[in-house]
């Protein structure tokens, strides 16, 4: 089994950065990528970014919506991902989540993760 343990996320104003972090433990070679996506009340999850481990520099893959201000990384020797968001606007506000998938490709729909995280609020005001 994989546990994913979420911490980052709060509330910060527009144009504020936070920074998101998803520790993975267990059976963590399930974990070859792990991505970001986040959710909305009334609206569907959607992508955030994903990160192939390892080849993670080869495939690095982000949602068009977070373009140029979302950076995802990871820190291999604490099977780590984070998620460095900059320029936050207020709809970038949603539950965010980390997902873990064995596979070595970054896939951009949820249904190809097996493991998720708790989730943790992201909140921008305006």
């Known amino acids: 089994q994989v546990q994913l343990v979420e911490s980052g996320g709060g509330l910060v104003q527009a144009g504020g950065s936070l920074r998101l972090s998803c520790a993975a433990s267990?059976?963590?070679?399930?974990?070859?990528?792990m991505g970001w996506f986040r959710q909305a009340p009334g609206k569907e999850r959607d992508f955030v970014a994903g990160?192939?481990?390892?080849?993670?520099?080869?495939?690095?893959v982000y949602g068009v919506s977070v373009q140029g201000r979302f950076t995802i990384s990871r820190d291999n020797a604490k099977n780590t991902v984070y998620l460095q968001m900059n320029s936050l606007k207020p709809e970038d506000t949603a539950v965010y989540y980390c997902?873990?998938?064995?596979?070595?490709?970054?896939?951009?729909?949820?249904?190809?993760?097996?493991?998720w995280s708790q989730g943790t609020q992201v909140t921008v005001s305006s």
């Open positions: 990160i192939t481990i390892p080849w993670g520099s080869a495939n690095i």
């Open positions: 997902a873990a998938s064995p596979t070595l490709r970054v896939f951009t729909t949820s249904n190809a993760y097996s493991y």
């Open positions: 267990g059976r963590t070679f399930s974990t070859n990528t």
